[in-house]
């Protein structure tokens, strides 16, 4: 079993930065998956970036060159590093967990068993 907990969010003017931090605890596997996702009330959750133990990342091409995904690895703890922020990107940002080896991490909700409480953006305009 796996619990995260998210950190960082807040309130950012159009154009600023905020990091976010996910500390997991518990039983953590060597091999994973970890990836954040955002979701606006009212729509379905959607990837944003994830990372394996290998340090491989993939990123949604709406944050590509703006957003950068890392992990500590002794730690573990997972970051997300946003900069240019805009409105668009107003939402409560999770951090998930799905333990195994992969080829690559699916860039899809269904595939992460672990989920941190979420953490909430705003920018404003």
């Known amino acids: 079993q796996v619990q995260l907990a998210e950190s960082g969010g807040g309130s950012v003017e159009s154009g600023g930065s905020l990091r976010l931090s996910c500390v997991p605890t518990g039983r953590f596997y060597p091999y994973h998956c970890m990836g954040w996702f955002r979701q606006v009330s009212g729509n379905e959750r959607e990837w944003v970036a994830d990372?394996?133990?290998?340090?491989?990342?993939n990123y949604a091409d709406s944050v590509k060159g703006r957003f950068t995904i890392s992990q500590d690895k002794a730690t573990k703890t997972l970051y997300l590093q946003m900069t240019a922020l805009q409105p668009t990107d107003s939402a409560i940002y999770y951090c998930a967990s799905q333990p195994g080896r992969y080829d690559f991490c699916p860039p899809s909700s269904t595939h992460y068993h672990f989920w941190g409480p979420g953490t909430q953006i705003t920018v404003s305009s």
């Open positions: 990372i394996d133990h290998d340090g491989r990342s």
